[in-house]
């Protein structure tokens, strides 16, 4: 990472605490002697970054780890974020999302309380290999006069390197929402305002958006198959809409329920008699961007496309695909 010559910012996870520690308070020695702090805030012109290590160790139980904050960190954030200009964003990361069930309730209400009254904040997380994006608001605990917006990023080797391999040996690794792996961008502007974006590995900035659809329907069959879209960075109230054959735009209705592009790749790994890969693609799980619709079927017999769209920080995103319709007798 030095060799990129670039800032590398690290934020401590489960995978970095030393196995054979006693107590929390030592279980990052190695990691402390290897990278530095684990707690430690830097300061750019228009934003500040705070990386806090939000994983506790219990040597010893079950689980080994759940996820909140020390009081030492408690008592850094307190001095530290007065010292803050409002106008410049403030980013916390962490490797536990605070949604996770195993964060501590009481470590994020008090971080909860620190962060209401500053209009500009951020947190981005990891460890789930997924991807979402939260806003928290008062029904879920959250106080500020907007909702706090949390990015849990996906992961640059997406699903453990899993899945079949391509044709230069790189495995699949589609994670287990449907997003496929990569990283996340952070763009940061004066006075706080901000865009996040997703660039899927080895794909064009464009490639924002995954389909699924039959390949040949009945015509004149009930509309009961339908066309899903995987938006990577979507979120509930997002609006993607679709059309048939140049027609009218009409909207998509966000699902949460496993992708078929990786429940497809499930069933093949279970009906294969032997291994496909190295290790099989991850059990799909329901998906937090993943919208459907269901295609027509009185259309005249024969080939049809399909366009999917969505608006992501002011740019517009399709993508295509097809279907047929098929004229069968009884």
């Avoid at 069959?221 to 997002?238: E, S, T």
Wanted: charged content about 20%; some cysteine.
């Amino acid at each position: 990472m030095t060799s990129l010559r670039v800032p590398w910012l690290h934020v401590p996870g489960n995978h970095d605490m030393d196995v054979d520690a006693r107590s929390d308070a030592t279980s990052l020695a190695s990691y402390h002697r290897a990278l530095g702090p684990d707690t430690y805030a830097w300061e750019e012109r228009t934003m500040v970054f705070i990386g806090l290590d939000d994983i506790i160790a219990q040597p010893g139980q079950k689980p080994a780890y759940i996820g909140g904050l020390r009081e030492d960190q408690f008592a850094f954030l307190e001095r530290y974020l007065p010292t803050v200009p409002e106008d410049k964003l403030l980013v916390i990361g962490v490797h536990i999302p605070l949604f996770d069930h195993r964060f501590r309730e009481a470590d994020r209400k008090r971080l909860f309380a620190l962060l209401e009254n500053r209009a500009n904040r951020l947190i981005l997380s990891g460890h789930t290999h997924e991807q979402s994006q939260t806003f928290w608001d008062a029904a879920r605990g959250w106080n500020g006069a907007t909702p706090l917006h949390e990015y849990n990023v996906g992961a640059a080797c997406g699903a453990f390197w899993s899945g079949v391999k391509d044709a230069q040996g790189i495995p699949d690794t589609t994670m287990a929402d449907g997003t496929p792996n990569g990283y996340g961008l952070l763009n940061v502007q004066p006075q706080g305002r901000y865009s996040v974006e997703y660039r899927a590995a080895r794909a064009p900035a464009s490639e924002q958006i995954a389909l699924h659809a039959p390949r040949v329907l009945r015509r004149g069959a009930y509309p009961a198959w339908g066309v899903y879209a995987n938006v990577f960075m979507g979120y509930d109230g997002l609006p993607v809409e679709f059309r048939v054959d140049d027609g009218p735009w009409l909207p998509m209705k966000r699902i949460e329920q496993p992708d078929p592009r990786l429940l497809q790749e499930n069933i093949a790994d279970d009906l294969a008699t032997a291994l496909r890969g190295y290790d099989r693609s991850p059990e799909a799980t329901p998906s937090s961007h993943l919208w459907r619709a269901a295609l027509p079927t009185t259309l005249a017999e024969g080939e049809h496309t399909v366009e999917v769209r969505t608006t992501l920080n002011g740019t517009v995103y399709s993508r295509r695909t097809t279907y047929r319709l098929q004229n069968a007798t009884p």
